[in-house]
């Protein structure tokens, strides 16, 4: 009685020393597999490392191995206890280094107490009650533990040929531990299926001379008063890396009947032999067998944080990734495993990757199922009839969808068409524009043109054809290059052609609101030096935002998906930039409204500036009220509508009605022309370049108006010299000059043709009377 209860207390001071492995749980370091079972591997090269063809079809006879058992054992096949069933694979256990940890306690733990003897000469070790404590406590020390076992050698232990108390967790009791000794009707000695006794005996029978030994120091006390003397205990320690021993996965036939690993510890008696193992059993049923790939399985390859609890209760669901690479999904699916399914194979489910969609849009859960697959997997392999080759493989979305639910297009299709007929107008309206700059350049002398400046219409109309060729840099499509070629061309364009507009509105404003009698004259040159700055410092702007912030492309957030150019910040820059041209344009007009211009050409500048103010403010807003909800092709037909608006109509209200008149002049011209070659062609004298000299009758007919308008001057000069002279000469007699004032009073009625003989001797009568 009194050396059991030592036992207990033995036996609760153990416990006591290792309560922290009761806190630590179990530890889930991820190794890679072996077929050997050697070697491990960190975690960067497993996720990194398939197995090879060899390895992979050995994993893959183990699963289909595994599944064949468990097929069994829902049959109600049941093993007999002489009978195991071994899988030929290897792990890497350290994710069970904790558990096993606990059998190397164990084992040191024996290993002392056998050197301790009793009253009775026997071993302090050697206790039924304490033994069976010992092994029922092993597996209350982890949810990962199913069993624990103590064998011993044969005939070391009392008077017993065989000796091995197990326990385990029943699953015919609810999951209750039940104790026994497993020797009473199975002779675990001789039996070639109890690898985890025959193989760690074999290798530990020969180890006496191996072992490495710890000095103890002992003072014991004999009674209340003495203490014997100091004396040195050599004991032998076990290691968990020299001494330890993990068994390949068997199915365990002796009352889990589950799959199951086993670590098994030596312990040695007090001349160091082999004296018998401590054994910690961790169950392989409830730990998930993962086939998906690595770069599948991030978060299972974790530190288990995102972990569901698995069937033995553990906080972090255990995976074992030896099995990875070993699924059966098709290329454009993907594998995910499926949490808490235990040891069985299919034990995932086949996706689709991103671009590809589930054939049957209506499922309620868009995945394959691995059993499914795996069993018309074998069926292939048996070469039976199977519809692995025709299903399980997911559909491609159309051209362009990173992801889809169906085959609908997610990329705008571009009509070409109306594209072809607004390039081709665009086109039109930029020979247009050259036709009216070759028509300046012929009549520049006339007065229509001339009083307009010929240069600057050119100008005009150069900046106009820019503006038209940046629809073309968008017609090709967008990418950075045609992005930065139709800014440039656009902003280039709408500077010239409004620089030169506001130029020319400057000049009439600085003429007609002059307050100096002094003429204020505006020559060309100095609206071309104002127009140079201007350009200047658009050009200077326009290669700082290139080198600094380059347009990209960029593709919508819409429904259907479609590349643009996108200028981040810059958009807004520019639009203030023009709206600011075209306000100093207005105020200029504003001031103007009432200066007279020849032919009317400050209220068509007028009436263009407007327009092109209120089209740009209006697809600016357009724009952004409509950035998420339009195509390339509404984005292309906006661009067009704002360069017809502000370019066509510009060229149209200002050459329009210049070209007209000028028609209407040069036809007056030729009329008259013919009609004078009709009735006079006997006064006229035919050149050698086929040109008409006419005589003089013929330009005074001509110049009527001009002749009459001379004669009213000249009267007046005349009558005005006349008074001149009757002030300055004084000297004359009064009798003379009463008798000139006589003449005066009575010839009073011939005042004009005295006038017009004294004007017969001034240049003036000399002009009219001559001949051209």
Same mark, same amino acid.
Do not use: H
């Given at each position: 009685m009194r050396t059991d209860r030592l036992h207990f207390w033995l036996l609760f001071y153990y416990l006591l020393n290792d309560f922290d492995l009761f806190l630590l749980g179990p530890y889930r370091s991820i190794y890679s597999v072996e077929a050997d079972g050697a070697g491990m591997m960190d975690n960067s090269s497993r996720s990194q490392r398939k197995p090879d063809d060899t390895q992979r079809q050995k994993l893959l006879t183990a699963l289909q191995y595994v599944e064949k058992i468990q097929r069994q054992m829902s049959k109600s096949l049941n093993c007999t206890p002489n009978q195991s069933v071994i899988l030929d694979i290897a792990f890497q256990h350290a994710r069970w280094k904790s558990e096993a940890l606990l059998a190397v306690k164990v084992a040191n733990l024996l290993t002392s107490l056998w050197r301790v003897r009793n009253a009775n000469d026997s071993s302090m070790a050697e206790n039924d009650t304490f033994l069976y404590n010992l092994v029922r406590s092993n597996v209350l020390f982890s949810p990962s533990v199913f069993g624990s076992v103590i064998c011993f050698e044969k005939n070391q232990y009392r008077d017993y040929v065989m000796f091995c108390p197990y326990a385990f967790r029943d699953k015919n009791y609810g999951g209750a531990v039940h104790v026994k000794d497993i020797s009473v009707g199975h002779n675990y000695l001789t039996s070639p299926e109890t690898i985890w006794w025959r193989e760690p005996r074999e290798i530990n029978l020969r180890r006496s001379s191996k072992l490495r030994k710890d000095t103890d120091i002992y003072t014991v006390r004999h009674n209340q008063t003495t203490a014997e003397s100091r004396r040195n205990v050599?004991?032998?320690?076990?290691?968990?890396?020299?001494?330890?021993?993990?068994?390949?996965?068997?199915?365990? /036939?002796?009352?889990?009947?589950?799959?199951? &690993?086993?670590?098994?510890?030596?312990?040695?008696?007090?001349?160091?032999?082999?004296?018998?193992?401590? +054994? &910690?059993? =961790?169950e392989l049923s409830s730990i998930d067998i993962n086939q998906c790939d690595a770069q599948d399985s991030k978060e299972e390859i974790g530190d288990g944080k995102n972990g569901k609890s698995d069937r033995t209760g553990s906080t972090d669901s255990v995976k074992l990734l030896e099995f990875m690479g070993t699924h059966k999904c098709k290329k454009s699916t993907k594998c995910e495993p499926i949490p808490n399914n235990g040891f069985k194979r299919g034990s995932y489910r086949c996706t689709c990757k991103p671009g590809f969609y589930f054939p049957d849009i209506n499922a309620n859960l868009k995945a394959f199922n691995g059993s499914i697959i795996e069993e018309e997997y074998d069926k292939k392999m048996k070469g039976l009839q199977t519809d692995y080759n025709d299903k399980f493989h997911c559909i491609p979305c159309s051209e362009g969808c990173e992801e889809c639910t169906d085959g609908s297009p997610c990329i705008y299709k571009e009509q070409i068409i109306p594209r072809i007929v607004l390039i081709t107008v665009n086109g039109l309206a930029a020979m247009m524009a050259v036709m009216i700059g070759v028509m300046v350049f012929y009549f520049r002398d006339s007065k229509v043109f001339d009083v307009a400046s010929p240069v600057f219409l050119e100008i005009l109309l150069v900046g106009s054809v820019f503006?038209?060729?940046?629809?073309?840099?968008?017609?090709?499509?967008?990418?950075?290059?045609? /992005?930065?070629?139709? &800014?440039?061309?656009?902003? /280039?364009?709408?500077?010239?052609?409004?620089?030169?507009?506001?130029?020319?509105?400057?000049?009439?404003?600085?003429?007609?609101?002059?307050?100096?009698?002094?003429?204020?004259?505006?020559?060309?040159?100095?609206?071309?030096?104002?127009? =140079? &700055?201007?350009? +200047? /410092?658009?050009?200077?702007y326009l290669l700082v935002w290139t080198l600094l912030m380059p347009p990209h492309v960029i593709t919508n957030t819409s429904v259907l998906r479609f590349k643009k150019c996108s200028l981040g910040d810059m958009n807004y820059v520019n639009f203030c930039g023009n709206f600011i041209l075209l306000a100093v344009a207005l105020f200029l007009c504003f001031r103007v409204r009432n200066a007279p211009s020849a032919y009317n050409e400050t209220r068509f500048t007028t009436w263009a500036v407007y327009n092109a103010m209120f089209v740009t403010c209006f697809v600016a807003v357009l724009r952004f009220l409509t950035a998420n909800n339009t195509n390339s092709d509404i984005l292309f037909a906006t661009k067009f509508i704002l360069i017809q608006m502000t370019a066509t109509v510009t060229l149209l209200l200002l050459f329009l009605p210049k070209l007209v008149l000028l028609r209407k002049m040069r036809g007056k011209e030729f009329s008259r022309r013919l009609t004078e070659i009709s009735h006079e062609p006997r006064s006229s004298i035919q050149t050698s370049n086929g040109s008409y000299l006419y005589d003089a009758s013929s330009l005074e007919r001509e110049n009527e108006d001009l002749k009459e308008e001379v004669k009213r001057l000249a009267n007046k000069v005349a009558n005005l010299q006349s008074r001149l002279m009757k002030d300055k000469n004084k000297h004359i007699k009064s009798a003379s000059n009463s008798l000139s004032r006589i003449r005066s009073s009575t010839n009073d009625e011939h005042c004009d043709d005295h006038t017009q003989k004294k004007m017969s001797s001034s240049p003036f009568s000399s002009f009219l009377n001559s001949r051209v």
């Open positions: 050599s004991v032998p320690v076990v290691e968990y890396d020299a001494d330890g021993f993990w068994t390949r996965p068997y199915f365990d /036939c002796f009352g889990g009947e589950i799959w199951m &690993i086993t670590f098994l510890a030596p312990f040695f008696n007090e001349s160091n032999q082999f004296l018998g193992v401590v +054994s &910690i059993d =961790v503006m038209y060729s940046s629809l073309a840099a968008a017609y090709v499509g967008p990418s950075s290059l045609t /992005c930065t070629i139709e &800014i440039w061309l656009y902003q /280039c364009g709408f500077f010239v052609v409004y620089g030169t507009i506001v130029l020319k509105i400057w000049r009439v404003s600085a003429s007609f609101r002059v307050r100096s009698p002094r003429r204020v004259e505006v020559t060309e040159g100095m609206m071309a030096g104002r127009l =140079v &700055i201007l350009f +200047s /410092c658009l050009v200077i």
